[in-house]
Protein backbone atom coordinates (compact mmCIF):
# COMPACT_ATOMS: atom_id res chain seq x y z
CA UNK A 1 0.00 0.00 0.00
CA UNK A 2 1.33 3.24 -0.50
CA UNK A 3 0.24 6.64 0.46
CA UNK A 4 1.86 9.97 -1.13
CA UNK A 5 3.13 11.96 1.65
CA UNK A 6 5.55 14.96 3.19
CA UNK A 7 9.39 13.05 2.03
CA UNK A 8 10.11 11.22 5.34
CA UNK A 9 6.57 11.89 6.89
CA UNK A 10 6.42 8.28 8.54
CA UNK A 11 3.95 9.67 11.52
CA UNK A 12 1.85 10.21 8.26
CA UNK A 13 2.34 6.72 6.74
CA UNK A 14 1.23 5.57 10.36
CA UNK A 15 -1.81 7.88 10.53
CA UNK A 16 -3.03 6.53 7.20
CA UNK A 17 -2.48 2.31 8.15
CA UNK A 18 -3.65 3.42 11.55
CA UNK A 19 -7.16 4.25 9.73
CA UNK A 20 -7.14 2.41 7.43
CA UNK A 21 -6.26 -1.04 9.36
CA UNK A 22 -7.69 -0.57 12.41
CA UNK A 23 -10.04 2.62 11.85
CA UNK A 24 -7.76 4.68 14.61
CA UNK A 25 -8.58 8.34 14.00
CA UNK A 26 -6.71 10.35 15.58
CA UNK A 27 -3.31 8.75 15.77
CA UNK A 28 -3.72 7.28 19.52
CA UNK A 29 -0.29 8.81 21.59
CA UNK A 30 2.79 6.93 20.14
CA UNK A 31 5.48 6.14 23.55
CA UNK A 32 8.38 4.62 23.67
CA UNK A 33 9.75 1.46 25.38
CA UNK A 34 12.59 0.97 27.30
CA UNK A 35 14.69 0.14 24.02
CA UNK A 36 13.20 2.81 22.08
CA UNK A 37 10.43 0.35 20.22
CA UNK A 38 7.53 2.96 19.76
CA UNK A 39 4.33 1.74 20.56
CA UNK A 40 0.67 2.68 21.42
CA UNK A 41 -0.30 2.73 25.19
CA UNK A 42 -3.53 3.31 25.17
CA UNK A 43 -3.45 0.55 21.67
CA UNK A 44 -1.03 -2.03 22.39
CA UNK A 45 -2.52 -4.36 19.92
CA UNK A 46 -1.84 -2.30 17.28
CA UNK A 47 1.57 -2.90 16.87
CA UNK A 48 3.85 -0.96 14.28
CA UNK A 49 7.80 0.12 13.13
CA UNK A 50 8.67 3.27 11.20
CA UNK A 51 11.81 3.68 9.64
CA UNK A 52 13.35 6.38 7.52
CA UNK A 53 16.10 7.50 5.44
CA UNK A 54 16.19 11.08 3.97
CA UNK A 55 13.18 11.37 2.25
CA UNK A 56 12.53 7.47 1.88
CA UNK A 57 9.59 6.57 4.39
CA UNK A 58 8.37 2.97 5.34
CA UNK A 59 5.50 1.81 7.99
CA UNK A 60 4.59 -1.39 8.89
CA UNK A 61 1.79 -1.87 10.96
CA UNK A 62 0.89 -5.79 12.42
CA UNK A 63 -1.23 -7.93 15.19
CA UNK A 64 2.01 -9.40 15.70
CA UNK A 65 5.32 -7.63 16.87
CA UNK A 66 6.53 -6.30 13.52
CA UNK A 67 9.79 -4.22 12.49
CA UNK A 68 10.69 -2.35 9.30
CA UNK A 69 13.78 -0.93 8.18
CA UNK A 70 14.50 1.10 4.57
CA UNK A 71 17.64 2.12 3.53
CA UNK A 72 18.71 4.12 0.29
CA UNK A 73 21.62 2.49 -1.94
CA UNK A 74 24.94 4.05 -1.77
CA UNK A 75 28.83 2.74 -1.64
CA UNK A 76 30.29 2.28 1.69
CA UNK A 77 33.47 1.07 3.23
CA UNK A 78 34.56 -1.89 1.38
CA UNK A 79 35.52 -3.70 4.65
CA UNK A 80 31.91 -3.25 6.27
CA UNK A 81 30.24 -6.03 4.32
CA UNK A 82 32.98 -8.30 6.31
CA UNK A 83 32.63 -7.12 9.58
CA UNK A 84 29.00 -6.81 10.04
CA UNK A 85 27.97 -10.48 7.98
CA UNK A 86 28.64 -13.63 9.96
CA UNK A 87 30.07 -16.64 7.97
CA UNK A 88 27.25 -17.93 6.03
CA UNK A 89 25.50 -14.24 4.87
CA UNK A 90 29.09 -13.36 3.46
CA UNK A 91 29.44 -16.42 1.63
CA UNK A 92 26.17 -15.84 0.19
CA UNK A 93 27.14 -12.07 -0.45
CA UNK A 94 30.88 -13.18 -1.82
CA UNK A 95 29.24 -15.79 -4.21
CA UNK A 96 26.37 -13.04 -5.76
CA UNK A 97 29.13 -10.95 -6.58
CA UNK A 98 29.45 -8.50 -3.40
CA UNK A 99 26.87 -6.00 -4.75
CA UNK A 100 25.82 -3.28 -2.18
CA UNK A 101 21.89 -4.60 -3.32
CA UNK A 102 22.79 -7.34 -2.24
CA UNK A 103 24.51 -6.13 1.44
CA UNK A 104 21.42 -4.07 1.73
CA UNK A 105 19.31 -6.27 1.63
CA UNK A 106 21.11 -8.22 4.49
CA UNK A 107 21.15 -5.08 6.37
CA UNK A 108 17.65 -3.94 6.15
CA UNK A 109 16.96 -7.50 7.54
CA UNK A 110 19.15 -7.59 10.29
CA UNK A 111 17.65 -4.22 11.32
CA UNK A 112 13.88 -4.64 10.99
CA UNK A 113 14.84 -7.88 13.62
CA UNK A 114 16.51 -5.69 16.41
CA UNK A 115 13.65 -3.32 15.68
CA UNK A 116 10.84 -6.24 16.08
CA UNK A 117 12.13 -7.42 19.19
CA UNK A 118 13.05 -3.94 20.23
CA UNK A 119 16.87 -5.05 21.05
CA UNK A 120 18.25 -2.80 18.74
CA UNK A 121 21.64 -2.97 17.55
CA UNK A 122 23.26 -3.37 21.31
CA UNK A 123 25.10 -6.64 19.83
CA UNK A 124 27.51 -7.05 17.06
CA UNK A 125 25.29 -7.23 13.09
CA UNK A 126 27.39 -10.82 12.82
CA UNK A 127 25.26 -11.96 15.39
CA UNK A 128 21.92 -10.88 14.37
CA UNK A 129 21.25 -13.87 11.68
CA UNK A 130 19.07 -13.55 8.82
CA UNK A 131 17.64 -15.34 5.47
CA UNK A 132 19.17 -15.12 2.16
CA UNK A 133 16.34 -13.54 0.26
CA UNK A 134 16.00 -11.67 -2.61
CA UNK A 135 13.85 -8.96 -2.76
CA UNK A 136 10.02 -9.70 -3.22
CA UNK A 137 11.09 -12.65 -1.57
CA UNK A 138 9.52 -14.17 2.21
CA UNK A 139 10.95 -16.80 4.83
CA UNK A 140 10.30 -17.77 8.21
CA UNK A 141 13.55 -18.26 10.14
CA UNK A 142 14.46 -18.59 13.98
CA UNK A 143 10.50 -17.42 14.70
CA UNK A 144 9.84 -14.64 12.29
CA UNK A 145 8.57 -13.90 8.79
CA UNK A 146 10.76 -11.91 6.56
CA UNK A 147 9.94 -9.87 4.12
CA UNK A 148 12.41 -8.15 1.02
CA UNK A 149 11.88 -5.41 -0.45
CA UNK A 150 13.35 -3.34 -3.24
CA UNK A 151 12.69 -0.29 -5.31
CA UNK A 152 15.54 1.04 -7.62
CA UNK A 153 17.38 3.08 -5.54
CA UNK A 154 16.54 1.78 -2.29
CA UNK A 155 15.88 -1.56 -0.25
CA UNK A 156 13.83 -2.56 2.59
CA UNK A 157 12.53 -5.23 5.02
CA UNK A 158 10.08 -6.22 7.47
CA UNK A 159 10.28 -8.59 9.86
CA UNK A 160 6.94 -10.11 11.91
CA UNK A 161 7.51 -12.07 15.19
CA UNK A 162 5.58 -15.65 14.82
CA UNK A 163 4.99 -17.40 18.33
CA UNK A 164 5.55 -21.21 18.24
CA UNK A 165 1.87 -23.04 17.54
CA UNK A 166 1.23 -20.28 15.17
Given at each position: ?138 SFWEGFLFTALAGPDWRGAVCEEFLPGE
Amino acid sequence: MNWQVAPGDVRALLAGLAEEVWGLVPLPEIAALPGGKPWFPTRPDCRFSLSHAGELGMCAVSERTVGADVERLRPRRVSLPRYVLDDREFDWFSARGRTWTDFYTLWTMKEARVKCTGEGLRRPAREIPVPLLLPGERSFWEGFLFTALAGPDWRGAVCEEFLPGE
